[in-house]
Structure formats: C-alpha cells, structure tokens
C-alpha cells in the first residue's frame, strides 16, 4: 500500500499520465522519497525536462521539484539504465513502482513491442533485485482485450495477447501486462480507457488524442458509426484514482479499470455534435456506420491527395474508433466507494481542450504515416 512514508520510483513523468500522477503524489503530505526516472534527451537533463514537463501542466514546477529527485535513465536498458550509485540506492530502499513509460503509437511502423514489453522485462529483473518486494502499479490499457465490440467489457474479459489486435501497440500492452501478472511480484494493474488532457493548457497533449476533431475540413463523410459508444476520461480522473487505488487498505482486487463505464460512456455521433458546435460548423462531418460505407461512397468522399494520405492513415484509428466498447467500473465504484474520483463530463473541457488544436498542425499529425 502507498502511504506517505513510501519510497516511490515512477517512470513515465514527461508524459502525460505520469506527469499528473507525480504532481498529485507530490502534492500530498509525505516523508517518503520519490524518484521519477526521466530520459536525457538532446542534452537536456532529466531536471531540466521534469520543469519542461510540468510546465505544459501550467505549473511552474518549483514545489514538485523540491520533494522529487529526478534520475536519468531508460526503461530498455538493464537496472532500466540507472547509474550504480542511484540504483542502489532504489534497490534498498523502494517501496512503490509506479511504471507509466511506454511506446503509445499507434502508427504501423513503430516497434511497440521494444518499449512496451521490453520496459517491463526490465521492471521484472530490477523489482526481483530490490531487498523488499515493492508494490508494482503498472499501467495498462483497458485495450488490451484486442478486436472486441459491442459491450461493456468486464476487467476479467480484458488483457488477451492472443486475440487479434487493431495494432501493435494494443497488443504490446496485454503481452507486457500478462509477463507481469505472471511474474509472481506483487502488482496493481491500472487500465485506463482513452484519456484526455482536461484543464491542461498544451496544445500538443490535446491533440494527442484529438488530432482526428478537425477532420470534418478535409472530407465531408467518413465511415465511422454515430452509434457506436466510446469511453473516455479526464486525466485528472486517471492519476487521481490511480494514487487512491493504491493508498486503500480496500482493495480486493489485482486489476482495475479507470473508465467512464456505462454511465459516464458518450456515442461518436455527441461527440461529433459538440466538436461541430464548437467550430462552428452548419453541416458537420457525415458519419456513416462502416457496413453502409460503400466503394461509390469511398470514391466520392476520398478524392483528393491530401484525403488519400489522411485516409491511410486513418486506418489505424478507424476500426479502433469503431469498436463501440465501454469498460465496466463496478470494480473501482465498489472498492473505492465514496473516495472514488468523479469522472469529468465531456461536456464541460472538451471545447477548451477544441480551442487549444491549431486545425493545421493537427491535420498535419493526421497525415501523418
Ligand atoms: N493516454 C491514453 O489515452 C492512455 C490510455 C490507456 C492507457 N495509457 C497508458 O498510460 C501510460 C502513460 O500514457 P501517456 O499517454 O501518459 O503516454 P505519453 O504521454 O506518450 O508518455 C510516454 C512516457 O513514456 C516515456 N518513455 C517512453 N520510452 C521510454 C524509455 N525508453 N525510457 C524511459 N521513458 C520512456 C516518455 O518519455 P520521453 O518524454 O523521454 O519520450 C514519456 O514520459 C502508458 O503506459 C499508456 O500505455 C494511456
């Protein structure tokens, strides 16, 4: 369990996640030591990118930066590229791993796989080193069940290495969270669904996930159903409840997922609605439930250079898009019961979020390969 006097590694802080974690693990009351593993990329220190970091949050890092020791190193390598001294250092003293660093794309041509399942192998040999096994929390992804549709899908339906995957990515995380669960340490598994940058002022975190609002500029109908229903959160939901999970003496189980669920889920078609009111737009984006999607309808709506490249890429996202799935919370509803965090409505950051997206820089993300 996670209490004020745990000594905390966690990795993954100049993401999005991982960085809302460590600011609201920082920010309560604690004695215990925190180090958040940063890469040294082009030259910058892993200080230096932790403020970088924490100001795209709109936080000046000052108060972070006092009660963390910021650690270079990388999740592939062995002692996940820790220097001896460091290393050590964790080895005797860690209590708590919070692992967040992954390889999240979704394009064909990354190697997913490297990052994802490798980073873990890593987190296996260093935790099995340390003088008391520290608790793992790993985050997952409520994805991981592969090709499913249609459902509300329970935690233990989830996590198939095995099923057919939309791509890499989505099967590099269930490879990963199975090693992990078979490794015997003690483990948290935290599966999130979509999440969205809510109430954080860059740009470039909105459009992690909502490159694809702007679309309706460049065709005029594409083949993802309005019906179908998506689960999406706030970050502020997902770092939250990842840090509750892991204080409670009441949890009873192994796996969670941070999701909406049945309640909180929205269709494509509101969705699509509110992006359209937000732009303004009289006649928005067609969307056309992908069995009425026909060779004349693709040929129509799929003319020009700039829609063939957004469309290839598109791919990728299309039947992902399409899944209609929601991930059940009974799970967390009942462990956590009052203490549960509330999941923000879309309604209420999506415009803000819409109005942080230059329409070019995310359509240029989206012809992207
Ligand atoms: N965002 C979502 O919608 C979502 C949904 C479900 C699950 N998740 C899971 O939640 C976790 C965090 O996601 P996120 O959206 O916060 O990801 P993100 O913004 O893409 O951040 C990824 C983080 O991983 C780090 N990283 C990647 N490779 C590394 C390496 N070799 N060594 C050290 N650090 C490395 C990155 O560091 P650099 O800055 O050095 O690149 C960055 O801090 C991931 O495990 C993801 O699978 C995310």
Redesign the pocket.
Known sequence: MLTGDSNVLI?????????EILRRLTGRPRNGRVWA???P?EGRAPAD?LRD?LARSGDDGSSVCESVAPVA????DADW?LSTPVRDEIVADVDVII??????SFAARRDTTR??VG?VRRLIEFARACRRPPLIAY?????NAGRVSGLCLAEDDGCRPENDHFNE?TQS?AVAEQILRESGLPVLVL??????SAGLPDPA?AR??LWCAPLGRVFRALPIDPAGWVDVVDVAFVAETALRLLETSARRHACYHLSAGTVGGVTIGELAALVDQVYGRKSGLRLVPPAEWSRAEHREHVRTPLQRRVFRSLRHYLPFLNMDVVYDNARLRADLGAAAPAVATIESYLPDLLRLIRPKAALKEAALP
């Open positions: 990795t993954g802080v100049t993401g999005l996640i991982g960085g593993l940063v890469r990329l990118r970091r190193g990388d999740v592939l590229g692992h967040n660093a992954a390889d999240t990052t994802n980073s985050m997952s992804t409520a994805s990515y995380k599966r999130p669904t979509i999440v969205l975190f992690q996930i």
